[in-house]
C-alpha cells in the first residue's frame, strides 16, 4: 500500500460518515492556535496565529489522484495536525481538489482565524464547516481551549456570526463537553441560539486524551437544553468498521478511540 504524507483514513467520523482527510499542515509537531484540554492528538507544542503555505497544492493533488479506485469516501476533510485554516493556500486546495474529485469537501475548524476575511473566503469553498464553541465566555475558553495570547473569544464569536451570514452551505457548530463546561450548557445553547447557527454537533471526547468524557445521561440532559435546533450526538453514533490506508497515520492525526 502506497505511503501518504498529506491525506489519511479514510477514517469513521460520526458527523461525516467515511472521511478521507487532508491535512495542509502535515509538520511532525501540532501546529495550531489553540492548545485544548481535551485534544486527542496531544498538547501543542507550536504555537501559530499567522497564515502561511505549509504544503503545495498539488502535492496534496499528487496524492488525491493516487488514491485506490475503490476506496469509498463520503467526505473529503481538511483537518489533521493542527489547525487547517492556518494554511494560507486552503482555498486553493479545495478548487484543486474539486477539478479531481466529486465528493463533498468539509472543514473542520476551531474558529479561532474566522474573523478574517482570507480565511471567510476559503471556507466559503466548502460544502460543510463544522466550527468550534465550547464556551459562552472569555475566561471560559481560555481554560478550555487555552487559546494563542492574541486570540479573543470576543473576536471569534463576531466572525462565527458574519460567516454564518454569509455562508450558504451546511453550518456547524461543534461543541465538546468535559467537566469544565459542563454546567454552562444553558449559556452555550444561548450562546449558539444568538449566532443564529441551526445545526449543533454534541461531542464529548471518547477518544484517549486527558480529559474524562461525560456520561450518556449527563450528555443526554444537555442536549435536551438544545431544543428547536439540529441536533448530531456522539452517543447516537452507529460505529462503522472503516480501514484506513495507513493507521498509523491516521491515528496521528485523527486519535485513537478510548479502551
Given at each position: 500500500?502506497?505511503?501518504?504524507?498529506?491525506?489519511?483514513?479514510?477514517?469513521?467520523?460520526?458527523r461525516l460518515g467515511r472521511s478521507l482527510g487532508v491535512d495542509p499542515l502535515s509538520q511532525?509537531?501540532?501546529?495550531?492556535?489553540?492548545?485544548?484540554?481535551?485534544c486527542q492528538i496531544g498538547e501543542t507544542k507550536l504555537f501559530n496565529s499567522g497564515r502561511k503555505v505549509f504544503v503545495s497544492k498539488e502535492a496534496i493533488a499528487k496524492e488525491i489522484l493516487a488514491l485506490p479506485k475503490n476506496v469509498k469516501i463520503d467526505y473529503i476533510t481538511f483537518s489533521g495536525n493542527g489547525e487547517p485554516t492556518l494554511a494560507k493556500n486552503?482555498?486553493?486546495?479545495?478548487?484543486?481538489?474539486?477539478?479531481?474529485?466529486?465528493?463533498k469537501i468539509a472543514v473542520i475548524t476551531?474558529?479561532?482565524?474566522?474573523?478574517?476575511?482570507?480565511?471567510?473566503?476559503?471556507?466559503l469553498l466548502a460544502d460543510f464547516v463544522l466550527?468550534?464553541?465550547?464556551?459562552?465566555a472569555e475566561d471560559l475558553f481560555?481554560?478550555?481551549?487555552?487559546?494563542?495570547?492574541?486570540?479573543?473569544?470576543?473576536?471569534?464569536?463576531k466572525g462565527i456570526k458574519r460567516f454564518s451570514e454569509i455562508y450558504k452551505g451546511r453550518l456547524?457548530?461543534?461543541?465538546?463537553?468535559?467537566?469544565?463546561n459542563k454546567s454552562y450548557a444553558k449559556e452555550i445553547v444561548k450562546m449558539a441560539k444568538k449566532l443564529g447557527i441551526k445545526e449543533v454537533q454534541l461531542n464529548t471526547p471518547l477518544r484517549e486524551c486527558s480529559e474524562k468524557p461525560l456520561s450518556k445521561p449527563e450528555m443526554?440532559?444537555?442536549k435536551k437544553y438544545f431544543n428547536g435546533m439540529s441536533v448530531n450526538y456522539v452517543y447516537w453514533a452507529k460505529r462503522k468498521e472503516v480501514k484506513a490506508m495507513d493507521k498509523e497515520s491516521a491515528e496521528k492525526r485523527h486519535g485513537r478511540d478510548k479502551k
Open positions: 500500500m502506497k505511503k501518504f504524507k498529506y491525506i489519511y483514513g479514510p477514517v469513521f467520523s460520526w511532525t509537531d501540532k501546529i495550531c492556535t489553540f492548545d485544548c484540554s481535551y486552503l482555498g486553493d486546495i479545495i478548487k484543486r481538489i474539486r477539478k479531481i474529485r466529486k465528493e476551531n474558529a479561532s482565524l474566522i474573523n478574517k476575511s482570507d480565511v471567510q473566503e476559503d471556507l466550527m468550534k464553541l465550547d464556551a459562552n481560555r481554560e478550555i481551549n487555552r487559546p494563542d495570547p492574541g486570540i479573543r473569544f470576543g473576536d471569534v464569536v456547524a457548530l461543534q461543541i465538546m463537553f468535559v467537566g469544565k443526554d440532559t444537555i
